[in-house]
């Protein structure tokens, strides 16, 4: 595939940009930039955007998006290759935006060996998709033998508003507490969990039939025994280690 600007210069932009930033692996840095501009599949997506007219300093500035969150959660989780990342509600369902499993995707491609929970099915991925309605199973129950997670993400899944119609109607009162409780069991000490406690707050709210309860997310992952070691601005997360 021809593209019409440099590819390589903009590698090297982003790679200034971010290796001065951050401290960690820089190997890893590097491979997070050379999968969103340099692989086949990120090509395509260059592509249609020069196709459509936008700038270099546009194109920049839209890769920056999905490097800097990739980029913190390999900081905080002190890298992703051979790791065990397990993503709870990854975005799978019909009528969700275009590529909205594209996180496990790209945890995969970046050598992740990654587990994706949801409630519809997405065949042909390149991470194991596993189609589960955690209402009514734990996901203990669906995990892959022998799979330990090193870290867990679940931001789409408390953001889910399928599951907050389904918890108004009281199936669960304390569900979101329960999720919360089964990663935290799951994780190793000092594993990662990449969530918004904003989100969970919200829909244990939902489950409970009660307007949110201020810093009620951060109480039910610190009771837990869950510490907040860092915010991800890029998007909308925050790193929670297990202690």
Do not use: W
Request: aromatic letters at 6%; a negative charge; glycine letters at 10%.
């Amino acid at each position: 595939m021809n593209l019409t600007f440099d590819k390589s210069r903009i590698i090297r932009v982003l790679q200034r940009e971010h290796m001065g930033k951050h401290s960690c692996d820089p190997q890893g840095i590097v491979d997070i930039i050379n999968q969103n501009v340099g692989s086949r599949e990120a090509e395509g997506d260059l592509q249609e955007m020069i196709d459509a007219g936008f700038s270099e300093e546009h194109i920049i500035r839209s890769l920056n998006y999905d490097i800097s969150r990739l980029v913190d959660m390999h900081k905080y989780a002190e890298g992703i290759r051979g790791k065990n990342i397990l993503e709870i509600g990854c975005g799978a369902n019909v009528g969700c935006t275009e590529g909205s499993n594209y996180q496990a995707r790209e945890l995969s491609s970046l050598g992740g060996n990654v587990v994706g929970l949801d409630i519809d099915s997405s065949p042909n991925e390149n991470y194991r998709h596993i189609q589960v309605d955690l209402l009514r199973t734990p996901i203990r129950a669906v995990l892959p033998s022998g799979f330990k997670p090193d870290i867990a993400i679940a931001k789409m899944f408390f953001d889910s508003p399928k599951l907050a119609r389904r918890l108004r109607k009281g199936i669960n009162p304390s569900f979101v507490e329960d999720i919360c409780g089964e990663v935290y069991e799951m994780l190793p000490q000092g594993g990662i969990f990449f969530t918004q406690a904003e989100s969970i707050e919200s829909l244990s709210s939902f489950s409970k039939n009660q307007r949110d309860v201020p810093n009620e997310g951060e109480r039910i992952l610190e009771k837990l025994g869950f510490k907040n070691i860092g915010e991800m601005e890029s998007a909308c997360l925050e790193a929670y280690r297990k202690m």
